[in-house]
């Protein structure tokens, strides 16, 4: 995951990254599966090349190696990438900034989930990333990412909730500003370690990208064919319309 500032500022993920490992890396992937299935895996060739783009703790790079697939990770974050290692053994994991990381390989398709780029936080910084991506990209090669919506943002990101386990607690406390299309998410964790519970406090933030400012942007770095669609967790895949909770994108670099 990536937010504001330069890299260092990426160290704010890493006292997250216990928690995300525990309870979210692997919430998602059951839901996005399908999906990605439908919109990208079953138009790339046998042990074809992917890179997982802010892939965290790193349960994603696993299921696609598992499937076949050469997978790298790319994170931000050096605590995400080291439960990484442990999640994905074998796979290639490096630390770089989405918004300018540099790979000596090309791939058959980019992929990057679970609201990732939402921690993008300007328009101008998104069009960074889409260039890097499509720099990396085979002739023909597929980009497939999702974004929290407005919808998303106003019915899940409106409230606390507590997790509360023998060796540790996580209070969340969410919210989002229609004004500037920003959400927050604000989490104190307690853990119990040998000699006694330790305390973390986490703040993180994510813009609400328009889909037009979106499909723009993938256009000014050279991306075609681009496609939109809606999600919701109950209904799956459906239209993007301003009920949609989640979207996806899906583009392609121009075959030479």
């Given at each position: 995951c990536y937010n504001r500032g330069d890299m260092n500022i990426y160290s704010a993920y890493d006292p997250f990254a216990w928690i995300y490992n525990q309870h979210w890396g692997h919430s998602f992937l059951p839901f996005v599966l399908p999906v990605l299935d439908n919109l990208v895996l079953s138009k790339l060739p046998k042990n074809a090349r992917i890179l997982d783009l802010c892939c965290g703790t790193g349960q994603m790079a696993h299921q696609l190696t598992n499937l076949g697939y050469r997978t790298t990770g790319i994170d931000g974050s050096s605590e995400m990438l080291n439960y990484a290692r442990r999640?994905?053994?074998?796979?290639?994991?490096?630390?770089?900034?989405?918004?300018?990381?540099?790979?000596?390989?090309?791939?058959?398709?980019?992929?990057?989930?679970?609201?990732?780029?939402?921690?993008?936080?300007?328009?101008r910084e998104l069009k960074s990333v889409f260039a890097q991506v499509y720099k990396v990209l085979r002739s023909g090669g597929l980009f497939m990412f999702d974004l929290n919506t407005e919808a998303g943002y106003l019915l899940e990101w409106s409230g606390d909730f507590t997790i509360v386990e023998n060796d540790h607690v996580c209070v969340v406390r969410s919210t989002y500003n229609r004004k500037i299309h920003i959400a927050d998410f604000d989490a104190t964790i307690f853990r119990l370690k040998d000699d006694g519970w330790y305390r973390d406090d986490v703040v993180l933030y994510q813009k609400c990208h328009a889909a037009a400012a979106v499909k723009s942007a993938l256009k000014s770095a050279g991306f075609t064919d681009i496609e939109t669609y809606g999600f919701d967790w109950q209904s799956g895949i459906r239209v993007l319309d301003k009920d949609a909770r989640r979207a996806f994108f899906l583009c392609r670099k121009p075959k030479n």
């Open positions: 999640n994905a053994p074998g796979v290639e994991l490096r630390q770089a900034d989405a918004r300018s990381f540099e790979l000596p390989d090309k791939y058959n398709a980019v992929i990057s989930v679970f609201d990732s780029l939402n921690h993008i936080m300007s328009t």
